[in-house]
């Protein structure tokens, strides 16, 4: 099958063969496994894309393609350790109505972030586990994003190809339907590689939870000027924004908005944080990261906020 998507970039369904079985090339004896590659482009930036990539939609409706639901997921993304079947067969894989498995494999989520998408595939039908990763890059030029993907495993049924198509036409799919969502900011203020949060007052469901600081950004207003004003709205000190965090993150209860989370120090002079609308302030350590009580939304973010403390303090992650 050929053809040729955005920005000349190949189809998601035309994979080319980078390793197959045979001799090892270090020892003469043995096999390599199958390794084919492709690359797709978005007309999306790189955060958004990889939100996309880690959406149940995408993730458990096409690679899965089993009517079984999967375990819930937080909010509507996967994180790491998620787990969901997937249905493998004669059936068209490519139509998530239509499992028409056989039998029942198990897929695994190890990685899903800004950096991308990384997922084993254990079934009877793939000779020992499949390795499926999914690489977004922004490009040099534009409002754009390269997405490489990765496929690796002893034997390769063909039926995976064609359900990496459907996933990829999918984040296609769900990049455009976020395009006009209204955005709010998260900021991850991080000092000596320690996170601040606040723990709200209100409204009473969320009493006691703890998230980072923000709103939504205004009218006319650039993300980074809506860290800087929430922050000093929220907690009284001036901070500079330094850059994202994390993927994108559709927030739940039908609210239709994009919650982005900026990285940001505290600026030259300014005056310590004070909670003017939460309950408290907590300046947390990398060991109290996961135990705390977040919001939904937060906890799709604790491994994009690990990294960057672990960074911040130069410490040893003992994740």
């Known amino acids: ?14 994979f080319r063969r980078v390793l197959a079985p045979g001799k090892s090339p270090r020892t003469g004896a043995g096999t390599i496994p199958v390794v084919l590659e492709s690359a797709f482009a978005v007309d999306a930036p790189v955060h958004v894309v990889a ?33 969901f079947p997937v249905a493998v067969g004669a059936g068209d894989a490519a139509d998530p109505d239509d499992a028409g498995g056989e039998s029942v494999g198990v897929g695994t989520v190890l990685r899903a972030d800004e950096t991308g998408l990384r997922l084993r595939l254990d079934s009877p039908a793939v000779d020992g586990s499949a390795l499926l990763e999914f690489r977004p890059e922004e490009r040099t030029t534009g409002n754009r994003s390269r997405c490489e993907v990765h496929l690796a495993g002893d034997g390769l049924p063909e039926w995976l190809c064609g359900r990496v198509s459907a996933c990829l036409a999918a984040v296609r799919e769900l990049v455009s339907e976020w395009a006009p969502r209204p955005v709010v900011v998260g900021t991850a203020l991080v000092e000596d590689g320690m996170l ?37 709205e929220e907690l009284a000190t001036e901070v500079v924004p330094l850059g994202r965090v994390g993927t994108d993150i559709p927030l739940s209860a039908g609210s239709g908005m994009s919650l982005r989370v900026w990285r940001a120090r505290l600026a030259a002079g300014a005056r310590p944080p004070v909670p003017v609308e939460h309950r408290a302030l907590r300046w947390i350590e990398l060991s109290q990261l996961v135990g705390l009580e977040w919001l939904e939304a937060d906890r799709l973010l604790l491994d994009s906020l690990r990294r960057i403390m672990v960074a911040e303090s130069g410490k040893h992650d003992p994740k």
């Open 1 to 14: 099958m050929t053809g040729a998507g955005s920005g000349g970039l190949p189809e998601p369904s035309v």
């Open 196 to 232: 601040l949060a606040q723990q709200r007052r209100y409204p009473a469901h969320h009493a006691g939870s703890w998230e980072l600081p923000g709103g939504r950004v205004e009218p006319g207003e650039g993300e980074p000027e809506a860290v800087v004003r929430e922050c000093r």
């Open 51 to 83: 939100a996309a990539l880690r959406h149940t939609r995408t993730v458990t409706g096409f690679l899965g393609a089993t009517a079984e639901r999967a375990p819930e997921a937080v909010g509507e993304l996967l994180l790491a350790g998620d787990r």
